[in-house]
């Protein structure tokens, strides 16, 4: 709890918040919250009536917060409706369920992390945690979609994944799925067959988010949104991942087949004598800029005369630079990872994965084997 809200009061008093902050900062209040009932339910009082639905329900909130942290860092618009309608599904279910119990003239009562329903406990009593169940496994695979199909994007605007590919938010949504089913599995095995103490059980969900929020609050604090909005819609309209579609949009571009082998000419005599690929950074606006050519046009030519994506277009120069670079007498006092750098790559280990596949071997292999 501590640690938590620690991270949450940094990030409260952070300058220059983007829209993304709010999402993730709500998260961590939400999650805090979750923590909070767990420990005051097992280890010191209950909690009755609207509060306990209340505060039971919270998953319904986080998972959205979560989804919408999510968008906002790949470039999605979040409009007034959209969160709305993420974040109604958790006000609608504390209503539901305060008017089931008024209507059937009962106090629910959460006690060890749960509501325990009795002999004379209306049905309901026995699903109140489905929507909970069903929330955390739709937004667990709609968070992944997402990400999965934000990674295949990146490809087409940088030349570069190092610290835009979001893999760290991936460990969280799988763990979040695997804290699902291992709850479900903990509570099934409490109820069912006695194995252990429920109590027990929800202490585990306590502990195991309280981790998950230290490991997400260290990197979410740092992370930036990848694209702006703008950037999204933009590369949503010209670099779709559906083939089909991209090929019907490049033939209503304008570029004759003539003008496409002239513009290819044209950057790679660009790619070969100024090197842009030597910048670390390199994005497909700044390459449009650099060689004046268009945006969707430079786009377009990578993709249909090279057939590549922009990350493979610009890394394979990168690893040719290299390849040259390890074998010249002028680059013999630095080092294979010195040369890496100096190339354009961001990391040691996108270097080799990259090295090794346009090359067949590793980057020590290429520079000790025989010219």
């Known amino acids: 709890m501590g640690v938590g809200t620690l991270m949450f009061l940094l990030l409260l008093f952070k300058r220059n918040k983007k829209q993304g902050d709010f999402y993730f900062l709500g998260w961590i209040l939400v999650t805090l919250g979750q923590i909070a009932f767990y420990e005051v339910t097992i280890y010191r009082f209950a909690i009755e009536g609207f509060l306990a639905i209340v505060v039971f329900g919270l998953p319904l909130l986080g998972a959205p917060m979560l989804f919408l942290y999510i968008q906002s860092l790949t470039g999605h ?12 599904v958790y006000v609608a279910y504390v209503l539901l369920f305060f008017a089931l119990q008024q209507k059937d003239d009962i106090t629910l009562i959460a006690i060890n992390g749960f509501f325990e329903p009795t002999a004379q406990s209306p049905w309901w009593m026995y699903h109140y945690a489905v929507p ?9 695979t709609w968070d992944l979609v997402l990400l999965n199909t934000h990674r295949k994007r990146i490809r087409d605007f940088f030349s570069f994944e190092e610290r835009i590919n979001l893999k760290w938010v991936s460990y969280v949504v799988n763990s979040y799925f695997m804290l699902f089913l291992s709850t479900s599995f903990l509570v099934f095995g409490a109820v069912q067959f006695q194995l252990f103490p429920i109590e ?21 604090f740092r ?15 010209s670099n779709s991942v559906d083939t089909t579609a991209r090929k019907a ?7 004759t087949p003539e003008k496409v082998k002239s513009l290819a000419h044209r950057l790679k005599t660009y790619m070969e004598t100024e090197k842009p690929f030597l910048n670390e950074d390199l994005s497909l606006p700044l390459l449009a800029e650099q060689s004046e050519i268009s945006r969707p046009y430079l786009s377009q030519i990578i993709n249909q005369e090279y057939q590549m994506n922009f990350y493979d277009f ?5 690893v040719e630079e290299a390849k040259e670079r390890l074998i010249s ?17 961001k990391s040691k280990s996108s270097f080799n994965r990259y090295f090794k596949k346009y090359s067949g071997v590793s980057p020590s292999e290429f520079k000790n084997q025989p010219q």
């Open 77 to 88: 618009l979040i409009t007034p409706k959209l969160l709305i309608t993420h974040l109604g």
């Open 329 to 345: 007498e002028d680059h013999k006092h630095l080092s294979v990872l010195g040369i890496a750098f100096d190339c354009g790559f």
């Open 132 to 140: 909970l169940a069903i929330s955390g496994l739709v937004y667990c």
């Open 314 to 318: 610009v890394n394979r120069y990168r």
């Open 223 to 237: 992370q930036t949104a990848v694209f702006s909005n703008r950037e999204f819609q933009q590369l949503t309209s």
């Open 249 to 255: 949009s490049y033939s209503k571009s304008g570029l």
């Open 200 to 220: 027990k059980a929800f202490a585990f969900v306590a502990i195991c988010l309280s981790f998950m929020m230290i490991a997400f609050g260290f990197y979410g």
